[in-house]
């Protein structure tokens, strides 16, 4: 533990000398470092300490010791990511923990919006996953290549459930706080923060208005913004036509409004010299002359198709329009 | 008369005061209505063209005034009074014109024959033009959903029609719905594009509509609710709506007591059981349409049953079964109307049954019916005194003997349909007792001759339509008959009445209000009939002279020159040539022209023919002109508004009519 603490205090030595002239990347790898031996110096202190069933203690998180087991497989984050939406932050969903029953657990303010968690011990690189950090670990040699070494390495049945609690002060999410809310897992705990109490860098660049701190948010968004296209009079557009006409029906006078780039538009004759040879209807032929109506058993099929049709081609722009942007997003972390 | 009259009375008290003075406006109003063509009346001084200015109320345009829109300007400013606007004839209306309509007395207007105007026209109309209360805009094609909502700002709205606007969708019609509260008839047939969402919000917007049509819509149950609640709603029509199912009929569980008409013929979908749940939930209906429906049965009588107030049903084209036919034998309610034209299964028993209980019907259609004998008619005629139509087109097996029952006992006939029937001239002399008689279709009835027509010409003083068409019996002596004693007469069909000459068409020539004449096929006709046609006959509209192979371009002369009412032509076969053509281009009116296998016609002069004619709509050709024709030609006619037609047809040989006859027998 000393050695460690000498080593951090080289550190912050060095960069307390030369402030300016740091780079990107040295910045990045000094708080690499920094961080790494935080960490150590946490897991070794609470090593020693005694870990009692004391929800007061701040007790430091096992799973960031050598970066392991912390559950991060992809399914498992989409599906907290799915579920931790911004209601699921505020509203605890009938959680049946009486006080007393769990650990609540509080990570400091760097820890949460640190990019990496796991780190190399040999180099210090940091990682995201688990499983990035191993498959790192086989440029460091053959015993890392072992399939023992490469193993998922499973988590230890919990003994105890763990909370966890928001650092910033005067948030209902803080253990200090009169009602407290705990928060369910660590990617709960990094979402809340994120969202709650850091600006919101990322902005959707389709609506140039909605704001975001998290980038899956942003992504979210995306996917529903400017696909409405039924349009009130009032300004409120809604995703579906029967929204729409819901809505109408509730209130006095408000109309359906007609988009600018309809393609209906377009087909009109607006000039006197005009000569379209549009399909004339035949005035003699009446109710006879319409098979395509009454014979096919549901020719309303034709219009529903279309409506998903035009979605399809909205959403493959939209599908094109991401794939260029994702590298703009990515430049930005 | 009266106008020279006046003008005498004039020059004699010149130094003394106009007595015309004393005279009130309305009193004058009143005498103008009278008369039957004011044009004469408004060129006798300038007071009294002031007066006939003030009084005209609709107007009907010619063609050429939209085409150049200072003649319409100068139109409306001559009759500031105009409520109605009849469009009708004039197939090109572009903005501009719709723009110089500001009139403030213009209660309505009728756009259903004109194209090439948009939401920009209709907006400045409905601006201007504050009292506007009924627009028809049918067959709008090329009407869009901004349209719509320009029709939509007119608040004042009270009829619209929008009957085959195809591309309108639920939010053109939500605009409607939401901007015209007022809205009391609205048409939507044929209006594919609108769906559910869109009938639903016209049925929660629109509460003062009294009457609906929404046939051939995709529409289902959903919207249905949304209409039940519409407290005023008399009529409905849902005429091939096949969305609306047994399912969307029972899960109609309020009542629905303000609806009086329901029109679901071709619902292919809709069974008695449908029906039986209308029935219990609609207990007011009076008239009520299952044409080409359900399976008539006992089941859906005792259902109709319920119905306290049914006074017409029409089961057109639905299998009946005898014992249905009974049940309904056993309604309470007595019937005024029923048709069961093309109904398959209509025997004597059933008919008889029906017709012995419901004493007081008006309406009868058993066309086509043709397993009724002449039981049924007798059965008919003595228990129905009260019948005002009666249609028996096709009852083949009926004698000639029941026809003078008809006669004997029916006097309040107005409409008779004996079309393919054995009616003899014994028949025609009963039938000629009915003295109110005002159509009557004698088509195919190859048995009667001139005698016969000789009594319906002394007795049926108020015909108004007489159909011949194919009873090849009747000859000039027939047709002189009638038209001496049916001077009301306004239409007549002799096509195919080989033995007609022209002094037929001098006799009908006395009929002034004659408008339609059908004499196709009958090779004895000469030009000189259709002068004397022409020049009497100044209401004439319709003139089908097919196959008149004798009637050639001196024919064509007096037409152009009196026929000035003159609409739908058709002069195939016959010995017409471009010099005819162009004589009928200087008619304003005419819409319609067909001219198929005529030797006489050279490209160039149809051209010249085709350009002159103001108001052309409808062209029908053979289909070697569409090459032969300058395309520059037939561009400058498609933008003025005209439709062609090609046809390839073959040059038909005269069919003999006994074949006709032949075949009807095979189909049983």
């Known amino acids: ?333 | 008369m009266f106008q020279g009259k006046m003008k005498k009375q004039k020059r004699i008290q010149e130094t003394q005061m106009n007595p015309f003075d004393f005279v009130s406006e309305e009193i004058v109003f009143a005498i103008l209505d009278c008369l039957f063509d004011r044009k004469p009346f408004s060129l006798v001084s300038k007071t009294f063209y002031a007066i006939e200015s003030r009084h005209r109320r609709t107007l009907k345009p010619f063609p050429r005034t939209t085409s150049d829109h200072h003649q319409l300007k100068r139109l409306l400013n001559r009759y500031p009074s105009v409520t109605h606007l009849d469009l009708s004839l004039c197939p090109r209306v572009t903005d501009s014109c719709l723009s110089h309509l500001s009139n403030s007395c213009l209660n309505s207007i009728d756009l259903s024959r004109s194209k090439l105007f948009t939401h920009v026209g209709l907006s400045n109309l409905v601006s201007k033009c504050a009292n506007l209360v009924d627009i028809d805009l049918s067959n709008g094609v090329h009407l869009n959903d901004t349209a719509a909502a320009a029709v939509a700002s007119c608040g004042s709205l009270e009829r619209l029609c929008l009957s085959r606007c195809k591309a309108l969708t639920d939010i053109g019609i939500g605009c409607i719905a939401v901007g015209c509260l007022k809205l009391r008839v609205l048409n939507l047939k044929w209006c594919l594009g609108v769906s559910d969402l869109g009938v639903a919000l016209i049925g929660v917007k629109c509460k003062q509509i009294r009457s609906l049509d929404l046939s051939h819509l995709l529409i289902t149950k959903k919207c249905l609710p949304s209409l039940l609640k519409l407290q005023y709603l008399e009529e409905l029509v849902l005429e091939g709506c096949c969305g609306i199912t047994d399912e969307s009929l029972v899960s109609l569980k309020q009542g629905w007591m303000s609806l009086k008409t329901l029109n679901m013929s071709y619902c292919e979908n809709v069974t008695h059981v449908g029906v039986s749940s209308l029935t219990s939930s609609a207990g007011c209906l009076q008239n009520l349409n299952l044409a080409y429906g359900p399976l008539v049965t006992l089941d859906l009588s005792e259902s109709l049953q319920k119905l306290s107030k049914l006074q017409s049903i029409r089961l057109d084209g639905c299998h009946v079964t005898c014992s249905g036919l009974k049940g309904i034998g056993n309604w309470c309610v007595s019937l005024k109307e029923l048709s069961l034209s093309k109904c398959t299964g209509v025997t004597d028993d059933g008919l008889s049954s029906i017709v012995t209980k419901h004493t007081e019907l008006k309406k009868l259609d058993i066309t086509c019916c043709r397993k009724i004998t002449r039981t049924s008619i007798a059965r008919i005629t003595k228990s129905c005194v009260s019948l005002v139509s009666l249609k028996m087109e096709s009852c083949t097996l009926v004698s000639s003997e029941a026809f003078v029952l008809i006669g004997q006992y029916c006097h309040f006939l107005q409409e008779l349909d004996l079309t393919d029937n054995d009616v003899d001239d014994e028949g025609l002399k009963s039938v000629s007792r009915c003295s109110e008689l005002s159509v009557l279709k004698l088509g195919i009835c190859l048995n009667i001759t001139d005698q016969g027509l000789i009594f319906i010409g002394n007795g049926c003083q108020k015909l108004i339509e007489l159909d011949l068409y194919r009873s090849i019996g009747v000859t000039d002596k027939g047709i002189s008959a009638v038209a001496r004693g049916c001077t009301n007469l306004e239409m007549i069909n002799i096509s195919y009445c080989e033995n007609i000459t022209d002094s037929a068409l001098i006799s009908l020539s006395k009929c002034c209000k004659l408008n339609t004449l059908e004499s196709r096929g009958c090779p004895l006709i000469t030009s000189s009939g259709i002068k004397a046609i022409a020049v009497r006959c100044k209401q004439l509209a319709k003139l089908d002279i097919k196959k008149c192979l004798n009637v050639n371009d001196s024919g064509m002369i007096p037409l152009a020159h009196f026929s000035q009412n003159l609409r739908q032509m058709n002069l195939s076969y016959s010995s017409v040539t471009d010099v005819g053509l162009l004589y009928l281009a200087s008619l304003g009116c005419l819409q319609s022209l067909t001219i198929l296998h005529v030797d006489g016609l050279t490209p160039s002069g149809l051209a010249a023919a085709l350009l002159g004619c103001g108001g052309l709509t409808k062209v029908k050709l053979q289909s070697l002109f569409r090459t032969s024709l300058p395309r520059l030609v037939l561009e400058n006619l498609e933008a003025r508004g005209c439709v062609f037609q090609w046809r390839d047809k073959v040059f038909q040989a005269e069919l003999d009519p006994k074949c006709w006859k032949l075949q009807t027998q095979d189909i049983e």
């Open chain 1, 1 to 333: 533990m000393e050695e460690k603490i000498h080593q951090l205090q080289e550190l912050v030595r060095l960069t307390a000398a030369k402030p300016q002239a740091l780079i990107q990347q040295h910045q990045q790898l000094v708080t690499a470092d920094l961080t790494s031996i935080i960490i150590q110096l946490i897991s070794t202190a609470g090593s020693l300490l005694p870990s009692v069933n004391h929800p007061a203690a701040p007790i430091p998180n096992l799973s960031f010791a050598n970066g392991v087991n912390v559950p991060d497989n992809t399914n498992m984050v989409s599906k907290v990511e799915d579920h931790s939406d911004h209601l699921d932050d505020d509203v605890d969903e009938g959680e049946n923990l009486p006080p007393g029953s769990y650990e609540i657990l509080q990570l400091e303010k760097e820890e949460i919006l640190a990019p990496h968690t796991h780190f190399c011990l040999i180099c210090g690189k940091g990682f995201k996953r688990d499983a990035n950090l191993r498959m790192h670990m086989r440029g460091h040699g053959d015993e890392y290549k072992t399939p023992a070494a490469l193993a998922k390495p499973h988590k230890e049945t919990p003994k105890l459930v763990k909370r966890y609690s928001c650092p910033y002060v005067g948030c209902k999410r803080n253990k200090n706080h009169k009602k407290f809310q705990p928060l369910k897992t660590i990617l709960c705990v990094k979402n809340h923060y994120k969202r709650s109490h850091c600006d919101k860098s990322y902005t959707c660049s389709r609506c140039n208005t909605k704001k975001f701190s998290v980038i899956a948010d942003l992504k979210t968004h995306e996917k529903h913004c400017g696909r409405d296209r039924w349009l009130c009079s009032c300004g409120t557009t809604f995703s579906r036509k029967d929204k729409l006409f819901g809505h109408i029906s509730l209130f006095q006078g408000h109309t359906p409004a007609i988009p600018f780039d309809e393609p209906n538009q377009s087909n009109t004759a607006n000039t006197d010299t005009n000569v379209q040879g549009f399909g004339f209807f035949d005035f003699s032929s009446c109710g006879s002359g319409e098979p395509s109506a009454c014979f096919s058993p549901f020719p309303r099929n034709l219009f529903e198709e279309s409506d998903s049709l035009s979605f399809l081609l909205s959403g493959s722009a939209n599908y094109m329009w991401k794939n260029g942007g994702e590298s703009s997003s990515k430049d930005l972390q």
